[in-house]
């Protein structure tokens, strides 16, 4: 059976929630960062990302991982499209025309919208949102965020979501990286379109789901 | 999937990521248009009457407003972002250089990420740094130490990839290939990056070595814009 491997507290939720909403049968390994334990190579210790065994599955040692029938992928966002193309459906791209744009809104994702969500996450997560330094990281990171926000804002002012009229696998792993600036108070906000879209993303049963296992993990 | 005939039109230049999408379809021998467009940054005056097509002319904006290069016109759809234009032309179009099952698919795709996330950002660092001739001003050597550093991990996973392998995947030349050189090709002017991952290094001068990439570089010296 396919197999996720990784916790919910890291990329794994947009691989877990695309899962849920494709029905697609899978088994989830939790895989800890090696990070937060305290001796990862130990024999003891709990599968983590610097286990030989997930490095066998990943060399990367990032998370999420997928094993799928002997094939391995890393990288989040290849994994949520492998899954859909697999699954087909609703969720799904119907056409290559779709594809296509649904790989552009993933790409603009991953090349312009997260390394600044990840660098405000980081900041507020460090505790450093209130110092000079972070306030300045902070301000420069929204900064570039406004480009790909009124883009997507503008895009989301005429239809509900992002391709085909219906929510897709672009629309999670789009609303995955968006999540990440979530912590920076009203940048979000200020793009009215996108504020709803993001919330519709998030009344999504399965989202809640997920959303519920990640807090209980 | 099946391919549609519909006319390929790609916009772009040269000095810039249009290099992607050029190369494969070359590669592929897909008929195509080239139109030339320049970033309007590295024009004195984009607006000057006679000043060559650019990323600020109304013309272009009116096919997307994001300004950026490459664009992909590809029978009605119009399409951004150099590594999805790349992947679904190759999608679209088959042939050896494209996935060829869903494990492949779901490889090329693992790829193009791998070098947008992990290899694009710092090797562009390294570009800009050594095309600006700040590569031996402390601020300079700070920025090419922090992208090497950032490159470590991933290259070092590709270099581990590539023992007993020509290329990324398939056992052949591929889109994935492409992605990834166009990336790694940007930290090149900065060889201590490179030189701990003998196998990368091959294998770029591999990927390097292809008459294609050799003609597309010429042609890039010549380009007059």
Redesign the interface.
């Known amino acids: 059976m396919l197999t996720i491997y990784g916790t919910l507290r890291s990329r794994t939720t947009r691989a877990v929630w695309t899962a849920e909403e494709l029905g697609l049968p899978y088994r989830r390994e939790k895989v800890a960062f090696a990070a937060s334990v305290a001796d990862p190579l130990a024999e003891d210790a709990p599968l983590n990302t610097a286990s030989p065994a997930f490095l066998r599955v990943n060399p990367m040692g990032q998370l999420p991982a997928l094993e799928d029938d002997g094939l391995c992928l890393g990288e989040s966002l290849a994994i949520c499209f492998y899954m859909a193309r697999k699954a087909g459906g609703p969720v799904a791209p119907a056409s290559v025309a779709e594809e296509a744009e649904m790989l552009q809104w993933a790409f603009l994702a991953a090349s312009t919208i997260e390394p600044q969500a990840i660098e405000i996450l980081y900041t507020f997560m460090g505790g450093q949102a209130d110092t000079e330094g972070g306030k300045a990281r902070i301000a420069a990171a929204a900064d570039k965020l406004q480009r790909p926000f009124r883009r997507l804002d503008t895009h989301l002012e005429s239809q509900d979501w992002l391709v085909g009229n219906r929510f897709t696998v672009a629309d999670i792993v789009m609303e995955e990286t968006v999540r990440y600036v979530a912590a920076a108070p009203g940048l979000i906000e200020s793009f009215p379109a996108l504020k709803r879209w993001y919330d519709r993303c998030q009344a999504r049963p399965a989202f809640q789901a997920m959303w519920a296992m990640r807090n209980a993990e | 999937?099946?391919a549609?005939a519909a006319a390929i039109t790609l916009y772009g230049n040269l000095r810039s990521r249009a290099m992607r999408p050029l190369w494969l379809l070359r590669e592929m021998g897909v008929p195509f248009e080239f139109v030339p467009v320049i970033q309007a940054y590295r024009l004195a005056d984009p607006s000057a009457p006679g000043a060559p097509f650019n990323t600020a002319d109304p013309a272009f904006r009116a096919l997307n407003?994001?300004g950026q290069v490459p664009i992909l016109r590809?029978g009605t759809?119009v399409?951004?972002?150099?590594?999805?234009?790349t992947?679904?032309l190759a999608?679209?179009r088959g042939g050896p250089l494209a996935p060829a099952n869903?494990?492949e698919?779901?490889?090329a795709?693992?790829w193009?990420?791998?070098a947008?996330?992990a290899l694009?950002?710092p090797s562009l660092d390294i570009l800009m740094t050594c095309d600006a001739g700040r590569q031996d001003t402390p601020d300079g050597q700070t920025v090419l130490a922090t992208a090497s550093a950032a490159l470590m991990?991933?290259l070092a996973?590709i270099e581990?990839?590539l023992q007993g392998r020509d290329w990324l995947m398939g056992g052949r030349f591929t889109v994935a290939d492409i992605m990834v050189e166009e990336c790694l090709r940007y930290a090149q002017p900065h060889p201590p990056a490179l030189a701990p991952f003998p196998m990368v290094r091959a294998w770029l001068e591999r990927c390097q070595s292809r008459p294609i990439f050799r003609t597309l570089m010429q042609e890039r010296e010549a380009e007059t814009l």
């Not at chain 2, 399409?79 to 234009?85: C, D, K, P, V, Y």
Request: proline fraction near 5%; glycine fraction near 6%; hydrophobic fraction near 35%.
């Open positions: 999937m099946t549609p407003t994001q590809d759809q399409l951004t972002e150099s590594m999805a234009i992947l679904h999608r679209t869903a494990a698919d779901g490889e795709l693992q193009g990420f791998v947008i996330s694009e950002a991990r991933p996973r581990q990839h």
